[in-house]
């Protein structure tokens, strides 16, 4: 158990409002990522930090933004949801000196 | 940039069988992580096993073994044994070492695997 937690769980929005995703650990390690979960495409990366307000694009990042403030905590939120934004999101963590990443539990996010 | 193909998007196998799932990927690096994550209709992704681009020996982790075939860009999941449990899709990822901590997993598309009773 790497002490990640994401929230919310289970999310349905209407097209257009915006929403935020939030990650949080207890073990203030310093990489932490956001990937969207899609049928047919696997895990891909939107958003990435590697600090206190570092932070980087991954592969499918328009339309979002992310936003870490404490080393505990990476937000990711989408301004104005759209329904190609309904997918599974997860977060992960990689621990200082080591090269695997440990995933939170997931948010599932309908927009209607 | 990195690509990672799973060839197979579903596999079936009896229990107590043995199940092979394969990944290919392609990649100019030399130095790497290759990875596959199982996926429970938990939906949480859990570490199966890694395997070091410099290392030869193939790793094992209890039932699982990886067949690594780094000219071939091959990265096979072997499992032994399989159990009722082991149902789940499974992804191979890689991971470059260019930018240590902040590098990316570039995943496949999955494999279903259904175990038999």
């Known amino acids: 158990d790497a002490g990640i937690t994401q929230s919310p769980r289970h999310k349905v929005t209407e097209t257009g409002t915006p929403v935020t995703l939030r990650c949080h650990q207890t073990?203030?390690?310093?990489?932490m990522y956001w990937y969207r979960q899609d049928p047919g495409h696997g895990l891909r990366l939107i958003h990435y930090?590697?600090?206190?307000?570092?932070?980087d694009k991954g592969e499918v990042s328009d339309g979002y933004s992310v936003s870490r403030s404490k080393t505990e905590d990476f937000l990711l939120t989408l301004e104005s949801a759209t329904s190609s934004q309904t997918s599974v999101y997860f977060c992960?963590?990689?621990?200082?000196?080591?090269?695997?990443?440990?995933f939170g539990a997931g948010t599932r996010l309908s927009v209607l | 940039a990195q690509t990672v193909t799973q060839s197979q998007p579903e596999m079936s196998v009896q229990e107590a069988e043995t199940v092979t799932l394969s990944c290919t990927y392609d990649?100019?690096?030399?130095?790497?992580?290759l990875f596959w994550y199982k996926q429970p209709p938990s939906r949480q992704m859990i570490l199966v096993i890694r395997?070091?681009?410099?290392?030869?020996q193939n790793a094992t982790e209890n039932r699982f073994s990886v067949n690594f075939q780094k000219a071939a860009k091959s990265f096979s999941l072997k499992i032994s044994d399989s159990q009722l449990g082991d149902a789940a899709m499974y992804f191979c990822?890689?991971?470059?070492?260019?930018?240590?901590?902040?590098?990316?997993?570039?995943f496949g598309k999955g494999t279903k695997l259904t175990v038999n009773p």
């Open positions: 073990e203030n390690h310093r990489y």
């Open positions: 990649t100019s690096e030399s130095d790497y992580y």
């Open positions: 930090s590697y600090g206190v307000k570092d932070t």
């Open positions: 992960a963590i990689s621990k200082t000196g080591e090269d695997i990443q440990y």
């Open positions: 990822a890689y991971r470059s070492l260019l930018r240590g901590g902040s590098e990316k997993l570039v």
């Open positions: 395997q070091e681009a410099y290392k030869q």
